[in-house]
């Protein structure tokens, strides 16, 4: 009897454990998601915008392109990034910027991680 | 305005590169019109940066940017290639095994001519650069040839350079088809996008010179080769016009050609021809 009480009170406390960490779970899941995408939007060797665009927290920027601000009220869509990431030259064939999705500079994952991180600009 | 200008010119060299694919392989002559490029060329710049004298041009980024002129003057106190250029003014007079020596491979003994070069050889119906003439030299006297991309090739065009500092490139394109089909061939080499990166030669030195990428400026493809050879600080030693082509192609992430392959001579031979009349500045110091 206590058995089972104690079993009803647990299975109670870790679906509430479980939910809590369930609500917590999605907004750490993109924060390091976007972490992420920060990482490789200032590493050389990957998504590199850095070279090219002003962002916020990044030492040294290029001019390249256009500074990286308000990026979520210009680009609402994600999609929309997540295009031009994967080869702007389909929206402006005389774009300087590499087409990271087409010529795979960038795996679709570390674009949405890149995405994440833009959204938070 | 200046983007506008940027647009017009990138759409018209995209869509002549469009056409070059577009077409047969074979080019025609007639369509090939070397003059009319240099106007065109020349004319992009100038409009783009109205502030410069078109000798500034050979300066590279140094003239796009007041503080790096002004580290350009500091520097210019002790130029760092100066060791370089020693070493090419030794090389040059010491004869080789059998007593004969540079000067002997060219027209007036090799003083005063780096604007001549390259030249489009007619017996050979090949463009001819200077490293490559310096390489024959060697071959031809029973010498081993240099690297292209190494100090040795560096400090002879250095000293070349040198001799014929503010005389004006002379490049000639002959009314030979194959001259205009190098010529041509080479331009096309200039606009057209290569490597993981997707940049042409032209995508950072027409589109964007003076722009930045991180802390470095990017040079104006218009005098560019005439201030080879350069030191670079970032190389942290000197480089021939070889060594900036081969490394160009790396940091697009493409497959770089063998240093005076063909088509990087056709490259030198395009770029050199449309900055005809600006004078030679080599050797030069860049960041």
């Known amino acids: 009897m206590s058995n089972t009480r104690l079993n009803k009170l647990g299975l109670i406390a870790g679906l509430v454990l479980a939910l809590s960490i369930g609500a917590a779970a999605s907004p750490a899941a993109a924060q390091s998601a976007a972490a992420e995408g920060q990482k490789l939007a200032f590493d050389r060797s990957k998504g590199n915008c850095l070279t090219c665009h002003a962002i916020k927290g990044g030492q040294y920027p290029g001019t390249l392109g256009p500074e990286l601000v308000d990026i979520k009220s210009k680009y609402p869509n994600r999609d929309e990034l997540v295009a031009i990431i994967y080869d702007e030259t389909k929206r402006n064939p005389l774009t300087v910027m590499p087409p990271f999705g087409r010529n795979r500079i960038l795996t679709d994952k570390e674009i949405s991680e890149v995405v994440d991180f833009l959204q938070t600009l | ?287």
Not at chain 2, 188 to 202: H, I, M, P, V
Not at chain 2, 206 to 224: K, N
């Open chain 2, 1 to 287: 305005m200046k983007l506008r200008n940027a647009i017009q010119f990138t759409a018209a060299a995209f869509t002549l590169t469009l056409l070059a694919l577009a077409a047969p392989p074979a080019i025609s002559a007639d369509k090939v019109d070397p003059v009319a490029d240099e106007k065109a060329f020349k004319k992009f710049f100038y409009d783009k940066f109205p502030k410069l004298k078109p000798e500034d041009f050979v300066n590279g980024p140094y003239s796009m940017d007041a503080d790096l002129y002004k580290q350009w003057q500091d520097k210019e106190q002790f130029p760092p290639y100066e060791f370089s250029l020693e070493l090419g003014k030794e090389m040059f007079s010491k004869p080789f095994k059998n007593g004969k020596t540079y000067g002997d491979c060219f027209p007036n003994q090799g003083i005063g001519i780096r604007q001549d070069y390259p030249y489009f050889d007619e017996k050979e119906g090949k463009v001819i650069t200077l490293e490559l003439a310096l390489n024959r030299c060697r071959e031809a006297n029973g010498e081993p040839a240099f690297s292209y991309v190494r100090d040795e090739m560096a400090a002879l065009t250095a000293y070349m350079a040198f001799t014929s500092r503010g005389k004006p490139f002379n490049i000639k394109v002959p009314n030979d088809p194959r001259a205009l089909a190098a010529y041509e061939n080479g331009k096309e080499y200039f606009y057209t996008r290569r490597g993981q990166l997707n940049f042409s030669c032209a995508t950072c030195h027409v589109q964007s010179p003076g722009e930045r990428v991180r802390t470095e400026v990017l040079a104006p493809a218009l005098g560019i080769v005439n201030a080879m050879p350069i030191y670079r600080s970032e190389w942290n030693g000197m480089g021939t016009t070889s060594r900036r082509f081969t490394t160009c192609n790396s940091q697009i992430r493409g497959v770089p050609l063998t240093p005076q392959d063909d088509e990087y001579r056709n490259v030198e031979y395009y770029l050199s021809y449309v900055s005809n009349g600006l004078p030679i500045s080599g050797p030069g110091a860049r960041p």
